[in-house]
């Protein structure tokens, strides 16, 4: 068991409280802003309507998922507003904050988990330009949006989670001499097949150029931290071409991200080869190079990190020094 939350500074309580106040204030001025009054009274106008009030909001967007088709009453709503799709996407999820504020306090997560949520909202409210397009009920941004403001997603900085579990069809795809190692983790380590979270990457992560192990290292740790308050979770699971062996040869700077596991009490598998659209032809010239002329085949890969493992890394992991914004980059405009 960690036992950090005596050394751990006794402003955190604190920064989270203020950084909600300061996300609320923010959230009001923004609704009150001519374009997004507009949509409160027509929707004020519809007596039946699903989107009546900060609760209606809010179950609207429990109903959002990752599936892009789980936005379809949404649309179909959007389409009698007098707003495009990204300004109606704004307006909902500030509407359903003011019901994930007053959870806030008792959602059993890591202090510095909460204040990174109160910077989501604050971004909801002070988004840059560039940044609207991703309101759009059709975008992938959105849809994770909707989940954070639910408390289905969970911001910790560089990396987000969200509760899953391990499909049982995983035990087809890994190669057969994998199994046994595999399966004798799962049985003693991870003991079950769920709940466990899944690890995402935070798309407004500071460095949006590369995941550095600095700031991987303070997601895991708020993770665990978190982890401490949920008995239930059984560890973390996360999938995708980012820890297979060859990409840590090919962009070295990327090794990191299977290294850590190895080293901490994980397990790591390979599940079947990378389609060619999963991200790795992204960003690299050298990766896209190598793929055109068939050396470099990426596995989608399947990493299982227990409970037990991840409480005792954290409980020989300094504690970061937790100061500034929680992993976001600039996402908002100057005020």
Request: net charge positive; with cysteine.
């Amino acid at each position: 068991m960690v036992e950090r939350e005596s050394s751990a500074p006794m402003s955190r309580e604190a920064d989270w409280r203020e950084k909600l106040s300061a996300a609320e204030a923010a959230s009001r001025t923004a609704l009150e802003s001519s374009a997004l009054e507009k949509i409160t009274q027509q929707v004020q106008r519809v007596p039946a309507s699903i989107l009546r009030g900060k609760e209606g909001c809010y179950r609207a967007l429990q109903q959002v998922t990752s599936d892009p088709h789980s936005t379809a009453s949404l649309e179909s709503a959007a389409a009698s507003l007098p707003a495009d799709s990204s300004t109606f996407g704004r307006w909902l999820l500030l509407q359903a904050a003011f019901v994930g504020m007053k959870q806030l306090p008792d959602i059993p997560v890591f202090a510095e988990v909460k204040n990174a949520w109160a910077e989501e909202v604050l971004f909801f409210a002070q988004a840059a330009t560039s940044w609207l397009p991703a309101f759009a009920l059709s975008h992938v941004r959105f849809r994770e949006m909707a989940r954070i403001v639910t408390w289905r997603r969970f911001p910790a900085g560089q990396f987000h989670w969200e509760v899953s579990g391990l499909p049982r069809s995983t035990f087809w795809k890994i190669p057969a001499g994998d199994v046994p190692r595999v399966a004798w983790y799962w049985l003693a380590s991870l003991r079950g097949f769920a709940p466990l979270w899944e690890t995402h990457i935070n798309d407004r992560r500071r460095n949006r150029l590369t995941l550095t192990e600095p700031e991987g290292l303070k997601s895991y740790y708020r993770m665990a931290r978190s982890l401490e308050m949920q008995k239930d979770v059984k560890g973390l699971v996360t999938f995708g071409w980012l820890y297979c062996s060859s990409t840590g040869q090919v962009t070295p700077r990327l090794a990191w991200l299977r290294e850590f596991f190895l080293h901490h009490g994980g397990v790591i598998t390979s599940t079947g080869f990378a389609p060619g659209n999963a991200g790795f032809l992204v960003g690299s010239e050298e990766r896209r190079r190598l793929y055109e002329e068939g050396r470099y085949r990426p596995a989608m890969t399947c990493v299982l990190w227990s409970r037990d493992a991840i409480l005792r890394w954290a409980s020989q992991f300094p504690v970061p020094d937790e100061t500034g914004p929680c992993g976001s980059g600039p996402a908002r405009e100057g005020r």
